[in-house]
């Protein structure tokens, strides 16, 4: 919906809300996508993009920052949906991990692969999930591959 400005004697110009008026451009600036979450009584927020990994545990998720770590009382899958957007990828029933804290993936002989991310925290890919593992790289260099079909 517009709003019409009209200038003395100047033909009917038809402009947006927040061309009309300025000061609500701040609010409708791109800005980085935050999570909001309650923790003791007041609601925090954060960047999708300084959260290292998730972790079930029971009905709550450990949100796991480089420094700290927040529980929240919320299924896995309620805050996978919400993440995968944001790069995180599932390498376990219990666990999500932001793509650009992955420093290095190795197999191990039983099928599935450990994953160490940024601050050398190492999760294990379960069989189940090593698929999601190809979304990792945007591409590859050398021969071979490490993840066998």
Same mark, same amino acid.
């Given at each position: 919906?517009?709003?019409? $400005?009209?200038?003395?004697?100047?033909?009917?110009?038809?402009?947006?809300?927040? &061309?009309?008026?300025? *000061?609500?451009?701040?609010?409708? %600036?791109?800005?980085?996508?935050? $999570?909001?979450?309650?923790?003791?009584?007041?609601?925090?927020?954060?960047? *999708?993009? =300084?959260?290292?990994?998730?972790? %079930? &545990?029971?009905?709550?998720?450990?949100?796991?920052?480089?420094?700290? %770590? !927040?529980?929240?009382?919320?299924?896995?899958?309620?805050?996978?949906?919400?993440?995968? *957007? !944001? /790069?995180?990828?599932? $390498?376990?029933?219990?666990?999500?991990?932001?793509?650009?804290?992955?420093?290095? $993936?190795? *197999?191990?002989?039983? /099928?599935?692969?450990?994953?160490?991310?940024? /601050? /050398?925290?190492?999760?294990?890919?379960?069989?189940?999930?090593?698929?999601?593992?190809? %979304?990792?790289?945007?591409?590859?260099?050398?021969?071979?591959?490490?993840?066998? =079909?």
């Amino acid at each position: 919906m517009g709003v019409a $400005i009209v200038a003395k004697n100047a033909p009917l110009q038809t402009a947006s809300l927040v &061309e009309a008026f300025p *000061p609500w451009q701040r609010f409708t %600036s791109p800005r980085e996508p935050r $999570i909001a979450f309650k923790v003791k009584g007041r609601i925090l927020f954060i960047n *999708p993009g =300084d959260v290292v990994a998730v972790q %079930s &545990e029971g009905n709550y998720v450990w949100l796991r920052l480089e420094t700290l %770590s !927040h529980l929240l009382r919320e299924s896995l899958s309620v805050v996978a949906e919400k993440l995968e *957007p !944001h /790069g995180f990828i599932r $390498i376990h029933r219990s666990v999500l991990v932001n793509a650009s804290f992955v420093e290095e $993936i190795r *197999p191990y002989p039983t /099928g599935e692969y450990g994953l160490r991310v940024k /601050g /050398g925290k190492e999760y294990t890919v379960t069989r189940t999930y090593k698929r999601n593992l190809k %979304s990792l790289a945007a591409f590859w260099l050398g021969t071979g591959g490490l993840f066998s =079909d």
